[in-house]
């Protein structure tokens, strides 16, 4: 396929055909399912067309905003969340200022012309009461700040104490200068900081303690602790069942009896938090506005809204418990029920009533969501880096047999993930599994969720048969094969794929390998397979074997440059409509 032809294709999938909701087998989260609980009379119009690299030079952003609430009634609150933009809103060499006061932009991830794709933003915003305040979003030329960034010199001044206890396996302590070497710097500047620290647990092998930790400039600190088991090669996993505690400032914020099976994790939360701060919890939600997160392609378009008191609503988690189910609702709690199951679709019902309603009991079931995610067996760390793997460096190893991932493949050479003990938990089945972590890294901008989407694309590609039929090695290729990877689950592991693919870039020594180069470029190599194979399977048609006598690739603007098969059963299953605009 042609590069132009190409990146079409993938800018598409990337954006999850975002038209519609898919209706097929076992998916979830489509209009006629929600329909009757949509408030009536909703119309949106057409969505302006960026018309490319130089577009957004203007100052205002049509319909780029947020809200910021308390839902404690507290009239100034420190706030971070993530933000999508459209390609071309704010295009290289400008920044985004807002109408109430200083906002910080961290950009994460760009669209292929430059322009700001993703970001973390963070400020201090006044509210009234337990009401939202909408701060609009405009694009400015960038500036030289002379503001210095919030170090970890403000944990020590604060005099912050994190400990996690988790039973006999250990203590870990972070205090004083154990704030001076964080294991990723998330977040730099004078409005807010993010840092990423870990320990092992005592002498364990495989139990690591993480936390995300968040500064503000005026001392605000905020915390999400959690606990994971899951190294990729390290012998003998196995669960670790004790008494998980979590502690800050020498108060004690959670504790519960936790069996962490292998490969799983859960942030030691419990209860309505949604993390730890290290005053009073101010309730903060901040939200991007749902219509021109929508308009970005970067989630599907849903077309209404939610009534209040809809079952849909009234049926979403408030409270959290290490490892709970949440919203994940599969018959019997095994992902591999057959039939309609609401968290299977582009993305699970649960996230979608994120999209079509604003009311905060959403924001929060997200977040929740997204940290029940940890409890399937999924995450394998590559205990070389501390990171999701590399598809390169593990052409040829799978996960074994037995090990809570359903219909796993072979290894061509018997390279397999160390068989683990002490139990499986809830079992993965790419044919109905679901989207983990990304619609709430899209709203949260944390870390955490971040690598939740890469730990789900990591364990598809190493659930997946190494041979020629199925992903061939470290090109990760996404192919059907009878008996082996069915369309849909090729279909899944396309979705956890592209998603993958908003995963930040950088290029700095210190930061985070991003997975995203990787999941573009495995995305290219699967597109391109998946072409030769419909015009291979198509050479009985003398259209397409004049095509495929003429070039390897499909002629530019030809109408033989549809999806292939694979892929176009997004397109079969989506609705072609056009994203709500912004007002």
């Not at 199951?341 to 699970?348: D, E, R, S, V, Y």
């Amino acid at each position: 396929m042609i590069d132009n032809k190409r990146r079409t294709f993938l800018r598409t999938s990337s954006a999850l055909a975002a038209t519609g909701a898919l209706t097929a087998c076992g998916a979830g989260s489509s209009p006629e399912e929600l329909g009757n609980q949509f408030a009536s009379g909703v119309v949106f119009s057409e969505v302006p067309t960026p018309t490319g690299p130089g577009t957004g030079t203007a100052a205002t952003v049509p319909g780029a905003r947020f809200t910021v609430m308390s839902t404690t009634g507290q009239s100034s609150v420190p706030f971070c969340l993530g933000f999508a933009f459209r390609r071309g809103d704010v295009i290289s060499g400008r920044t985004v200022v807002s109408d109430k006061g200083t906002l910080q932009m961290t950009v994460k991830n760009r669209w292929p012309d430059g322009s700001v794709k993703f970001a973390v933003l963070a400020g201090q915003a006044a509210v009234s009461g337990t009401a939202a305040t909408t701060i609009n979003v405009s694009s400015a030329a960038a500036t030289t700040t002379t503001a210095a960034a919030i170090t970890t010199a403000a944990l020590k001044t604060g005099g912050a104490v994190a400990e996690v206890t988790c039973g006999a396996f250990g203590t870990v302590l972070w205090e004083n200068t154990a704030w001076d070497t964080p294991f990723q710097t998330w977040v730099s500047g004078p409005a807010m900081s993010s840092f990423i620290y870990r320990k092992r647990v005592g002498t364990d092998t495989h139990l690591v303690a993480w936390l995300e930790v968040r500064v503000w400039a005026n001392g605000a600190i905020e915390m999400l602790p959690w606990i994971e088991n899951g190294f990729l090669r390290v012998a003998a996993p196995k669960n670790k069942s004790a008494t998980f505690t979590f502690k800050l400032n020498r108060t004690q914020r959670m504790s519960a009896l936790i069996d962490l099976k292998h490969h799983t994790r859960t942030p030691l939360i419990k209860g309505a938090a949604l993390s730890y701060w290290a005053a009073t919890d101010m309730g903060v939600i901040a939200r991007q506005d749902s219509a021109y997160l929508q308009s970005t392609g970067l989630v599907p378009s849903y077309f209404g809204q939610l009534a209040a008191g809809a079952a849909v609503l009234n049926g979403l988690v408030t409270t959290y418990t290490p490892l709970q189910a949440g919203n994940f609702y599969y018959d019997e709690d095994n992902m591999a029920s057959s039939g309609y199951q609401t968290p299977i679709g582009m993305l699970p019902q649960h996230d979608v009533a994120y999209l079509i309603s604003d009311l905060p009991v959403t924001y929060g079931a997200l977040v929740r969501n997204g940290f029940s995610a940890g409890r399937w067996a999924i995450h394998y760390r590559d205990e070389t880096t501390n990171r999701p793997l590399r598809f390169s460096r593990y052409p040829t190893l799978n996960i074994g047999d037995n090990e809570g991932f359903k219909d796993v493949g072979g290894s061509t050479n018997g390279q397999y993930t160390p068989t683990p003990t002490g139990g499986n938990p809830p079992g993965w089945d790419v044919a109905h599994s679901p989207s983990v972590g990304f619609l709430a890294y899209l709203a949260t901008g944390r870390w955490y969720f971040m690598e939740e989407v890469q730990f789900a694309t990591t364990a598809n590609y190493l659930g997946n048969g190494d041979n020629e039929f199925l992903r061939t090695g470290s090109k990760g290729l996404v192919q059907s094969a009878v008996g082996a990877w069915q369309t849909r689950s090729c279909a899944w592991d396309w979705r956890a794929r592209v998603q993958a693919c908003a995963s930040p870039r950088t290029t700095t020594p210190h930061c985070v390998p991003s997975l995203s180069p990787r999941s573009k470029r495995t995305s290219n190599t699967s597109t391109a397979a998946m072409w030769r194979r419909r015009t291979t399977r198509s050479a009985g048609s003398s259209q397409a074997k004049a095509t495929t006598t003429r070039s390897a690739s499909p002629p530019h603007g030809s109408r033989t440059s549809l999806p292939p098969p694979s892929a176009i059963r997004y397109r079969w299953a989506c609705r072609s409509r056009r994203p709500p605009a912004p007002s």
